[in-house]
């Protein structure tokens, strides 16, 4: 079973790891304890929607970009086939954000 706490934490570590970051600058940043901020890490916390929006903001990550990262994941959990491919318009309409962020999921698949 997938627990959505433990999959937004995972999200939220990789964002902030591949920034070089420390849990100390993002807690900082977003104005919550570094414990608070770890426990959500490690999925050991549920971040209310505030919460969630002040930690994107301190990693300068769109809120639904982090979403959609566990959206797929969940949906991977689920055996569905995530397309990774970007429509011209879409990539250049997110011009500034990582790459690593940009991938469109207009269309789900069933693996198998």
Do not use: N
């Not at 627990?3 to 964002?15: H, Q, S, Y």
């Amino acid at each position: 079973m997938v627990v959505l706490r433990r999959e937004i934490g995972d999200v939220l570590r990789d964002a902030r790891q591949r920034q070089g970051r420390t849990l100390r600058e993002v807690s900082s940043a977003a104005r919550v304890s570094l414990g608070y901020l770890s426990e959500v890490e490690r999925g050991q916390k549920e971040a209310s929607s505030e919460l969630l929006h002040s930690i994107c903001e301190a990693l300068d990550v769109p809120m639904s970009l982090i979403l959609r990262e566990v959206s797929d994941r969940v949906a991977v959990s689920e055996g569905l086939l995530i397309p990774d491919t970007v429509p011209a318009d879409l990539a250049v309409s997110i011009d500034g954000v990582d790459a690593g962020w940009a991938r469109t999921r207009s269309e789900f698949a069933p693996i198998g």
